[in-house]
């Protein structure tokens, strides 16, 4: 597959780049190693230091309430039971780890199916290599407007760190950057458009 290379200005340069088939264009992409892929990199980012409090954590006094029979009523224990207001908490949730392991060939499979998904739907624009002199966000601003991507979710990809680059964006909610080689699953799907620089797509043509 080839795609037309624009400069900043919204301008068609005339050159084109060639994206490798085997990573934008496989022949069987597997959604199911798209779902593991995406489940794994959204519970890895979960804290899970959540608690709550049971009844031998609760504060209260431990007397019993009533007599065990003849109250008329279901038998009580102390003012910390579960059935009470402001009693402790049956079978709350506890501090636990939600990472999982995920074999790497899945993970391959996963971010190739990914970006051939994108390529399929033409969601992927390819960008001529820039820098700017000095951080300035509305510098980049007007790059997405000359692109057409004003208000629209979009992932820049560049070949390695830029900081003029990154300070110029990372204020603006509709837009993330990050490097060709930490490129994940998540990330190609969780935009509109990825907009992938020159030198990138070199990057990304010998992914594994």
Same mark, same amino acid.
């Given at each position: 597959?080839?795609?037309?290379?624009?400069?900043?200005?919204?301008?068609?340069?005339?050159?084109?780049?060639?994206?490798?088939?085997?990573?934008?264009?496989?022949?069987?992409?597997?959604?199911?190693?798209?779902?593991?892929?995406?489940?794994?990199?959204?519970?890895?980012?979960?804290?899970?230091?959540?608690?709550?409090?049971?009844?031998?954590?609760?504060?209260?006094?431990?007397?019993?309430?009533?007599?065990?029979?003849?109250?008329?009523?279901?038998?009580?224990?102390?003012?910390?039971?579960?059935?009470?207001?402001?009693?402790?908490?049956?079978?709350?949730?506890?501090?636990?780890?939600?990472?999982?392991?995920? #074999? +790497?060939? &899945?993970?391959?499979? !996963? $971010?190739?199916?990914?970006? *051939?998904?994108?390529?399929?739907?033409?969601? =992927?624009?390819?960008?001529?290599?820039?820098?700017?002199?000095?951080?300035?966000?509305?510098?980049?601003?007007?790059?997405?407007?000359?692109?057409?991507?004003?208000?629209?979710?979009?992932?820049?990809?560049?070949?390695?760190? #830029? +900081?003029? &680059?990154?300070?110029? !964006? $990372?204020?603006?909610?509709? *837009?993330?950057?990050?490097?060709?080689?930490? =490129?994940?699953?998540?990330?190609?799907?969780?935009?509109?458009?990825?907009?992938?620089?020159?030198?990138?797509?070199?990057?990304?043509?010998?992914?594994?």
């Amino acid at each position: 597959m080839e795609l037309a290379v624009y400069n900043i200005k919204g301008e068609d340069t005339g050159r084109k780049v060639t994206l490798n088939d085997a990573v934008f264009g496989i022949a069987e992409p597997n959604e199911h190693a798209v779902y593991l892929d995406v489940k794994q990199h959204l519970a890895n980012r979960r804290q899970g230091t959540h608690k709550a409090k049971e009844r031998s954590e609760v504060s209260g006094s431990t007397r019993k309430l009533g007599r065990q029979k003849g109250g008329g009523g279901a038998r009580h224990g102390d003012i910390n039971s579960p059935l009470l207001h402001g009693g402790g908490r049956v079978f709350g949730p506890r501090p636990r780890n939600y990472s999982f392991k995920l #074999n +790497k060939k &899945v993970k391959s499979l !996963a $971010r190739r199916s990914a970006l *051939t998904f994108k390529a399929q739907q033409g969601q =992927i624009l390819v960008l001529e290599d820039f820098n700017f002199d000095a951080p300035k966000t509305k510098d980049f601003v007007n790059i997405t407007k000359n692109l057409k991507l004003e208000g629209i979710k979009i992932v820049l990809v560049l070949p390695d760190q #830029n +900081k003029n &680059v990154y300070l110029s !964006a $990372r204020n603006l909610p509709t *837009t993330q950057i990050v490097t060709a080689c930490d =490129i994940n699953t998540y990330r190609v799907l969780d935009n509109r458009v990825l907009v992938v620089t020159e030198k990138s797509v070199e990057i990304l043509n010998n992914i594994k």
